[in-house]
């Protein structure tokens, strides 16, 4: 049964997640655009936003502090499927002014690739322009479905029941071992047109809601996605089936306000900092894994589960290993994470007591230097004055990595767009953004 917004509950029982055995022939990956951790009840929010993804959360594993390496969709989904860090796939260009036309470089193997390789079927479906076929997010499989040709007047987005119709129709007749990947736009702007007058959340029919009320309506309608998507592969015979849900970068929410209102800009924890729930076969139920992660490290994890081998070096490394510590943590000693939007460039480094954020260029309204505690929920107090020989390390560290990545990247630079690809871009806000205001530190 599917979940729905009521105005005095929260509607019916949550649909309960399978049960599932120690092996699988088929591994589901979703991708949720513009998915922010702290705003799902998995990760501290009161409100049942997620609670699908919750019980999900409460029979498998939960990564505590995944960072991804970029704040907008392409870089972001090219370092999840490619296990390498954006920079060294050059999909970020330093050189547009608004929109990149970089694409990811046939040289690259995605996961997809991968599994391909070692005789699974592979079927994805994206409704996110930024992972079309286009930009080289389609290597590696046997179908790719893109749903941004069902865009409407007015360019609503794609919703994930649309997506998954389309998925469907390609992946249920497949025979034996099946590897999906799914981006799904749910709590992507714009929202759904249910989460203009939220209910559920104890808002008045005349209450105007929030730009977070509005977003975490939206969330509801991504967690049901994900119980769409798993009835529907129940229906298929593929129940035993391992699904990894992940972000590919948050939403900025105007919380905290220098956060901006979107994405894309700027390099704090709400827009970085985002979900990671692995259920099914060869997953530990109810384990929650500290430490850091990163994008990088969803490729080798996801092999690693499935029990495909690496054999190759890539800037990741798999998490699986974290499950049986005690305590169960990563050891993982930093995330590097990097933004071209605009005319904006920006770089962070997160460690486990630290985030330093440099602005190289564009807007600084909070100083081209940051340093917060990991503990500084909201990044408010900026202690970089304080703490000179942090910054200086961090900072060292930031220029080593970024000069190898670029030392070695494979840039695939695309003819200019079609113009209802641009379009679409440009609905979604991945064309241009207008920066945030103004706050005081």
């Keep these: 049964m599917l979940l729905a917004l009521a105005a005095c509950d929260t509607g019916p029982p949550v649909q309960a997640p399978p049960e599932v055995s120690e092996q699988t022939e088929t591994v589901v990956l979703v991708i949720g655009c513009t998915f922010r951790a702290d705003r799902t009840s998995v990760y501290g929010n009161t409100r049942e936003t997620t609670p699908y993804l919750q019980a999900l959360a409460e029979k498998g594993v939960v990564m505590e502090d995944m960072i991804s390496t970029a704040p907008w969709t392409r870089p ?17 260009d330093e050189l547009s002014e608004f929109n990149s036309n970089r694409g990811l470089h046939p040289g690259v193997v995605t996961v997809a690739e991968r599994f391909q390789d070692a005789g699974w079927t592979t079927v994805g479906a994206t409704a996110n322009p930024n992972a079309n076929a286009i930009f080289g997010m389609a290597q590696g499989f046997d179908s790719y479905h893109e749903a941004s040709g069902l865009w409407r007047e007015g ?32 709590s992507h702007k ?11 959340f104890g808002l008045g029919v005349f ?61 704090y924890d709400g ?4 979900p990671w729930v692995m259920h099914g076969p060869g997953v530990p139920q109810g384990l929650r894994v500290g430490g850091l992660a990163s994008s990088v490290d ?27 510590r005690e305590p169960a943590r990563t050891d993982r000693e930093m995330v590097f994470s990097e933004t071209y939007f605009a005319a904006d460039h ?94 005081a530190p």
Aim: negative net charge; glycine residues 8%.
């Design 271 to 274: 827009t970085l900092k985002v």
């Design 190 to 200: 714009p929202f759904p047109p249910e989460a203009a007058q939220p209910r559920g």
């Design 346 to 439: 920006r770089q962070r480094v997160t460690t486990s007591e630290w985030s330093l954020l440099l602005t190289q260029q564009g807007l600084i309204p909070r100083g081209s230097t940051e340093l917060y505690e990991r503990g500084d929920l909201d990044q408010i107090h900026s202690l970089h004055a304080d703490n000179p020989d942090i910054v200086e390390e961090l900072s060292a560290k930031a220029a080593a990595l970024s000069e190898l990545l670029v030392s070695e990247r494979q840039i695939l630079q695309l003819k200019p767009l079609d113009p209802a690809l641009m379009r679409s871009l440009e609905a979604l806000g991945y064309v241009d953004e207008r920066p945030a205001p103004e706050a």
């Design 298 to 324: 969803l490729h080798p994890s996801l092999l690693d589960l499935a029990g495909i081998p690496l054999n190759a070096e890539l800037d990741g490394a798999s998490v699986v290993p974290a499950f049986s």
């Design 155 to 186: 360019y609503l987005k794609v919703d994930g029941e649309q997506l998954l119709d389309g998925w469907q129709a390609e992946a249920e007749a497949v025979q034996g071992k099946l590897f999906t990947q799914l981006v799904v736009v749910d």
């Design 76 to 92: 972001a989904v090219a370092s999840l499927i490619s296990g390498q860090y954006p920079a060294r796939l050059g999909v970020d």
């Design 207 to 267: 209450v105007k809601p929030r730009l977070l009320d509005r977003y975490d309506a939206a969330l509801r309608v991504l967690d049901r996605t994900l119980a769409d998507l798993d009835r529907r592969l129940a229906e298929m015979g593929r129940s035993d089936r391992l699904l990894v849900v992940i972000g590919d970068h948050g939403e900025g929410l105007n919380e905290p306000l220098w956060a901006g209102h979107a994405h894309g800009r700027f390099l």
